[in-house]
């Protein structure tokens, strides 16, 4: 049995969306009138097929889409509870008697599916307003410490570069002096320097002052011993000076085998064995002649 | 009618008292703007008094400040007629207009729909979540926690002029 006849079916429908369409500050003004009455067209086709049927899964379609097309442009609850009340409403005026209860009943399952999928889809739009807040809280937090890394890495190079001085303090002889912990990182700078300069300015030995280190251990050592390698390779020799008693003892406990490579005791040492070298050495300067009287 | 937009002291005053954990914060601004107390007897430049209020939610976040909307409300003093959520929202302009003067400081409106749902149209200046604390704040006062809803003719923070909201309970 039909719930309405053509006429009174056109009315309500025309009744409802006026309706809609006068609520202020609502998303039915703001989609218009065609988009509002297909709403309320499509509500009522869902409330006589549930009602021929004596089911509820029109009801549930409509809902559905409703929610789909509105809540995307900002429908409230209020205003999915106002489109309910008023089709109920004009539904109920137009109806016969003997439909009123089924129809009460369609419309306590239409609201308790719209509330239910309401909430659903507001919860769901709330996490993820929510994850994304905190994927922008992370990616602020990490674009800030990725700056800090970098102001730090390039502070951390600055600090590098000027901790590994090389001097060339006479021709063909280059002065390094080390200062600070000597690890594989700066090794690997040094080396890259050294055989730079070694190369660039002809040097034939490269004295290594370590005095400055606080510990020279296995793997000091080692990157010395690797050092001296390559230096050889380009035909120079490394002198390592200004080891300390300490790391002596260390070096001998440990078993490092340091005997390829030359040691000397002070930077002078070095320097004068560099000299010799090179067949120079250091006189003192002749006294300036007295002016004669 | 005053010739200026201003607002109150007192309602200043009660806006402040709010924010007494960020007592720093508002020193400062206060400070700021030559301004070392809030006189609850006098009247200050609206505008300034709304660049405060947004000043304060940049600084403080939104909810800090509908925090304070909420208090503000809640400690006002109300003539005995106001003995309900419902009547103290159809106050809500009234009140306004005893804390801001002038030709152009707005104002708040206030429909019902039915029993238990009003159309709030706020077009006082400062921010929209001030103007939710409020709302919630009238509400609470009578034990009331509504659904407060905002429309979709846009948000005075995004430069609409009126803020509309539909508070259900």
Not at chain 1, 229 to 256: D, H, P
């Amino acid at each position: 049995m039909k719930p309405f006849d053509q006429d009174g079916r056109a009315e309500l429908i025309a009744a409802v969306t006026e309706r809609l369409l006068r609520r202020s500050a609502s998303v039915f003004q703001d989609v218009g009138e065609p988009r509002c009455r297909a709403h309320v067209e499509a509500a009522v086709a869902a409330l006589e097929r549930d009602l021929d049927s004596d089911s509820c899964e029109a009801a549930r379609a409509s809902v559905v889409s409703l929610l789909d097309e509105l809540m995307a442009k900002g429908l409230n609850f209020s205003d999915l509870r106002f489109f309910s009340r008023k089709l109920r409403e004009q539904v109920r005026a137009a109806v016969p008697e003997d439909l009123a209860l089924a129809v009460e009943d369609w419309f306590y399952e239409h609201l308790s599916v719209s509330t239910m999928q309401f909430m659903v889809r507001r919860d769901d739009a709330l996490v993820n307003e929510a994850a994304k807040r905190g994927v922008e809280h992370f990616e602020s937090q990490l674009a800030e410490l990725e700056e800090a890394l970098e102001e730090k890495t390039q502070l951390l190079e600055t600090i590098r570069e000027a901790s590994t001085p090389i001097a060339p303090v006479v021709s063909g002889i280059l002065v390094v002096p080390l200062v600070g912990v000597f690890d594989g990182f700066r090794a690997r700078l040094l080396t890259e320097k050294l055989l730079t300069e070694i190369s660039r300015v002809q040097a034939r030995v490269a004295i290594l002052d370590i005095s400055g280190v606080p510990l020279f251990d296995t793997d000091a050592a080692q990157l010395v011993i690797s050092l001296a390698r390559s230096v050889r390779l380009l035909g120079a020799e490394v002198f390592l000076v200004g080891m300390s008693a300490n790391s002596a003892r260390t070096i001998v406990a440990l078993g490092i085998d340091l005997s390829n490579l030359t040691t000397l005791g002070t930077l002078q040492d070095g320097l004068a064995k560099a000299l010799a070298t090179q067949r120079l050495k250091i006189v003192p300067m002749s006294r300036p002649r007295r002016a004669e009287k | 009618m005053s010739s200026k937009n201003e607002y109150s002291g007192a309602a200043l005053s009660s806006f402040i008292v709010a924010l007494s954990k960020s007592q720093v914060t508002v020193d400062k601004l206060l400070a700021d703007a030559g301004i070392d107390r809030i006189d609850p007897d006098a009247w200050y430049d609206y505008d300034w008094a709304v660049s405060f209020f947004f000043k304060i939610e940049e600084l403080l976040g939104s909810a800090t400040i509908a925090q304070v909307g909420r208090s503000m409300i809640e400690a006002a003093t109300y003539p005995p007629e106001i003995d309900s959520a419902k009547a103290l929202l159809s106050g809500l302009g009234h009140w306004f207009r005893l804390n801001a003067r002038g030709p152009d400081v707005g104002d708040i409106t206030c429909e019902f729909e039915d029993d238990y749902t009003a159309v709030i149209d706020n077009s006082a200046r400062g921010p929209c979540s001030l103007n939710v604390g409020i709302i919630e704040g009238a509400c609470a006062r009578y034990g009331v926690t509504p659904l407060i809803e905002h429309g979709t003719t846009g948000c005075k923070d995004d430069g609409a002029p009126t803020c509309i909201y539909r508070v259900s309970w």
